[in-house]
């Protein structure tokens, strides 16, 4: 697509959803530094949530953690979102906060544990009928750590239960994503430790489970707008929690480690024709601000993913086929290069104003006296739970 009228139209269509969790304080295993400002409970929360979207005009949902983000009425906190001009997203269930987790949730040998957790799943399938949101976002903690430690077939059994009695529970325009991770919390075996083992729990379930991928869940070397691509095709990929790494589940800010990457994966979007809302590929964000200011840094994401999701619109398709059909390896590759190197800023900034908003949302952000407000309202404010 080289109309950037078209482009824009694009860029300005596509919606990313933020995490509850990003806004609250984080750390790693060594220390959490607190920062002022952050919210005290789930309205704080929201109100951030919509901070950044009127800023950016492109992140008019935010995930909810349950129960970090517990609330006595979940309806009342929808419609406080709604005055805010945001609505609830994704809802993330979960289990494995409580000392009855050590074992794994839904894959854990006691019957009465798993029974728990399957629990807490449906619990959130409420929340969202209460809250109208459409995603059960399943991240599971399961595994093991010692080889010997528990039968894998057994948990892989308990997994399918768990996830069928939950998948039965969904409503009409609901739909379960689920999580992979390599490893973490455990370091032998995970129950769901990649995107093969996810799509085909999804592929039993039926067309309602979809696969999650979150990009910082891979081991080191992992091509993953390959397996983007691949999902796509089967009609799989239900979203992204998208952050970046450099070691291992960094959620370090998306677009940040590796512009070139976020860049091809978004290519394999853009051909799939998938950035389109009606594709209904949930593109939402995982990410931890342990040093950074919170509201800006989930701005500079969301421009980080725009720009990324720009410069793939921008690749020339016409002439990356034509050099593809004739083997011409560099021309093809060029055609590639030559739309990452390019600068899509000024063409963002253009797109915003059409839209009636800042050029530049971080310098409005800073201008807006919003942190200041936050840093002196709230005192107190809440830890994420742990490194998400
Ligand atoms: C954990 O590593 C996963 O990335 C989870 O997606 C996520 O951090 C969690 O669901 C937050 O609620
Ligand atoms: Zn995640
Ligand atoms: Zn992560
Ligand atoms: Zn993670």
């Avoid at 020339?316 to 600068?343: N, W, Y």
Wanted: glycine letters at 8%.
């Amino acid at each position: 697509m080289t109309d950037h009228a078209a482009v824009i139209a694009a860029v300005a269509a596509m919606r990313i959803e933020t995490p509850s969790w990003a806004y609250g304080n984080s750390g790693t295993r060594f220390k959490v530094f607190a920062q002022s400002g952050v919210p005290r409970d789930a309205y704080e929360k929201v109100a951030d949530a919509a901070m950044v979207h009127r800023l950016t005009g492109a992140a008019p949902s935010v995930a909810l953690h349950i129960p970090w983000d517990a609330v006595d009425d979940y309806a009342d906190l929808a419609r406080f979102a709604a005055a805010e001009g945001i609505a609830i997203g994704a809802i993330n269930p979960n289990v494995f906060q409580d000392n009855d987790y050590k074992l794994g949730s839904v894959c854990h040998p006691d019957a009465g544990v798993r029974r728990k957790a399957i629990d807490h799943l449906l619990e959130c399938v409420d929340i969202m009928d209460a809250t109208g949101s459409t995603i059960l976002s399943v991240w599971l903690a399961d595994g093991t750590n010692y080889a010997g430690q528990d039968s894998i077939a057994a948990r892989q059994d308990r997994l399918a239960d768990a996830l069928s009695e939950v998948y039965d529970r969904l409503g009409d325009g609901q739909r379960m994503l689920v999580e992979y991770k390599l490893f973490e919390p455990h370091f032998y075996s995970m129950d769901l430790p990649d995107w093969g083992t996810s799509y085909a729990h999804c592929v039993a379930l039926g067309d309602k489970a979809q696969v999650l991928v979150d990009t910082g869940h891979h081991a080191p070397g992992t091509n993953i707008e390959f397996l983007v691509s691949v999902l796509l095709r089967f009609g799989k990929l239900g979203g992204f929690h998208f952050n970046s790494r450099n070691y291992a589940d960094d959620d370090l800010m998306v677009g940040a480690a590796d512009p070139f990457q976020l860049f091809r994966i978004a290519h394999e979007l853009v051909r799939a024709d998938a950035i389109r809302p009606e594709a209904e590929v949930a593109f939402m964000l995982d990410q931890c601000h342990n040093l950074e200011a919170k509201v800006p840094a989930l701005i500079r994401s969301v421009l980080n993913v725009q720009e990324a999701v720009a410069k793939a619109l921008l690749v020339d398709a016409d002439a990356l086929a034509a050099a593809q059909r004739s083997g011409d390896v560099l021309g093809a590759h060029a055609v590639l290069m030559d739309a990452f190197a390019g600068d899509v800023r000024p063409l963002l900034a253009q797109m915003r104003v059409e839209q009636g908003l800042d050029p530049d949302p971080v310098a409005a952000y800073h201008r807006s006296g919003y942190q200041q407000k936050i840093e002196s309202d709230r005192v107190g404010g809440q830890q994420a739970g742990w490194g998400a």
